[in-house]
């Protein structure tokens, strides 16, 4: 069903996260660093876009409600 895997987001978190971006980028020849920085800045856009569908999602009508539900059962 899903496009990507969880694995494979976990995979780029890590990279991120570890300090390796940033190795890469100090290290990296001149055309690296420009194709890390249009990486990067796609991984903001989609971040942005998904943020905004997750926050339709959630607050579409009845989805907040039928959460609140849930967690009140529990």
């Known amino acids: 069903m899903s496009l990507l895997k969880m694995d494979y987001l976990e995979k ?6 570890s300090g390796d971006c940033h190795f ?3 290290h990296g ?3 690296a660093r420009i194709e890390m920085l249009e ?3 796609k991984f903001m856009e989609i971040s942005d876009l998904a943020d905004k569908i997750a926050t339709e999602l959630i607050f579409k009508k009845g989805t907040l409600e039928a959460l609140a539900q849930v967690k009140l059962k529990e």
């Open 24 to 26: 890469d980028f100090e």
């Open 29 to 31: 020849t001149e055309d």
């Open 12 to 17: 780029i978190e890590s990279y991120l996260a």
């Open 39 to 41: 990486y990067l800045e």
